[in-house]
Structures are given as structure tokens and as C-alpha cells.
């Protein structure tokens, strides 16, 4: 018999189960998972939190997750700062693009200003505030090196 249960969370032992057979997989196609979550803090000079990017890495992409800058800080260039960070620190390192989603609510026009371009829009027919906004922006790099595994030469 089977059963499924809702968790906030996995067991380390689950996690490292999952983790392994995943990347297993992904290895056998020639893919790496390539996955690593960070965060970029903004803090002023006397280490106060302005604001915080959340993202990850996967395969060749950066995904950012979240983005939140202070409401005493809004308007002031410090969400332009969190996203050129972002791009200076993975800009000519083989990835591909960052992308990221956003509602209708939130921050379409600030991304689009920075360089986003919209792939999609999926509506919500019930509240349009939260239609999601799917966008990208693509690295000009030559060469993706990112979420590809070597393969080892002949000797």
C-alpha cells in the first residue's frame, strides 16, 4: 500500500535520497543539475537590511525566487542594484539567462526596465492582479558552459 502525506519539510535522509537520484538521472542524459540556492543582502553601513534577491542555479539558468527591498527604501535604485549585482556575479560564467516570475500586482514594469523581456503571461481569470508574468534575460556570453557535464577524454 502507498501513501502520500503533506510535509513542510524533508527529512535530511529524504532530501539526500531524492538529491542523489536526480542527479543521477540527469547525469545519464549528459545534463548537471548544477543547483545551489543563495541570497544577495543588501545592508547599509551601520548593517541595517535593506533588501534581499533570493535565487538559485539549475542546469544553465539563474531563477530568481524572490526579490524584497525594505518599503522605507522602495523607489531608490536599491532593486536595480540587487539585479546588476545578481548579473555581475554570473555574467561570463557560462549561463544561459536569468529568469524569474512575477504577478500582475508586483513588479512586471520594474523588470522590463531592467532588461526583462516577457516571455508569457499566464492569466488568472478569477484576479487579474495575480496573472504571472514569465520573463528572461539572456546573458550575451558566447559559449553556455553551465549545466553540461564534461565528458572525459580518451587517454
Same mark, same amino acid.
Given at each position: 500500500?502507498?501513501?502520500?502525506?503533506?510535509?513542510?519539510?524533508?527529512?535530511?535522509?529524504?532530501?539526500?535520497?531524492?538529491?542523489?537520484?536526480?542527479?543521477?538521472?540527469?547525469?545519464?542524459?549528459?545534463?548537471?543539475?548544477?543547483?545551489?540556492?543563495?541570497?544577495?543582502?543588501?545592508?547599509?553601513?551601520? %548593517?541595517?537590511?535593506?533588501?534581499?534577491?533570493?535565487?538559485?542555479?539549475?542546469?544553465?539558468?539563474?531563477?530568481?525566487?524572490?526579490?524584497?527591498?525594505?518599503?522605507?527604501?522602495?523607489?531608490?535604485?536599491?532593486?536595480?542594484?540587487?539585479?546588476?549585482?545578481?548579473?555581475?556575479?554570473?555574467?561570463?560564467?557560462?549561463?544561459?539567462? #536569468?529568469?524569474?516570475?512575477?504577478?500582475?500586482?508586483?513588479?512586471?514594469?520594474?523588470?522590463? %526596465?531592467?532588461?526583462?523581456?516577457?516571455?508569457?503571461?499566464?492569466?488568472?481569470? %478569477?484576479?487579474?492582479?495575480?496573472? %504571472?508574468?514569465?520573463?528572461?534575460?539572456?546573458?550575451?556570453?558566447?559559449?553556455?558552459?553551465?549545466?553540461?557535464?564534461?565528458?572525459?577524454?580518451? #587517454?
Amino acid at each position: 500500500m502507498t501513501e502520500i502525506t503533506l510535509v513542510d519539510e524533508l527529512s535530511p535522509a529524504q532530501e539526500a535520497i531524492m538529491e542523489r537520484d536526480l542527479v543521477d538521472y540527469e547525469a545519464s542524459h549528459g545534463i548537471d543539475v548544477n543547483y545551489k540556492r543563495f541570497h544577495l543582502i543588501l545592508q547599509n553601513d551601520q %548593517k541595517k537590511l535593506i533588501g534581499v534577491l533570493t535565487a538559485y542555479t539549475a542546469f544553465a539558468e539563474v531563477y530568481i525566487d524572490d526579490m524584497w527591498v525594505h518599503s522605507a527604501h522602495r523607489g531608490s535604485g536599491y532593486g536595480r542594484l540587487l539585479i546588476a549585482s545578481l548579473e555581475n556575479r554570473f555574467k561570463s560564467k557560462g549561463f544561459n539567462n #536569468i529568469n524569474l516570475c512575477t504577478n500582475q500586482f508586483n513588479a512586471p514594469e520594474f523588470y522590463k %526596465k531592467c532588461g526583462f523581456e516577457l516571455e508569457f503571461v499566464r492569466k488568472n481569470l %478569477k484576479n487579474p492582479k495575480l496573472n %504571472k508574468f514569465f520573463m528572461v534575460k539572456f546573458f550575451d556570453d558566447e559559449e553556455q558552459t553551465q549545466g553540461i557535464l564534461v565528458e572525459e577524454l580518451p #587517454i
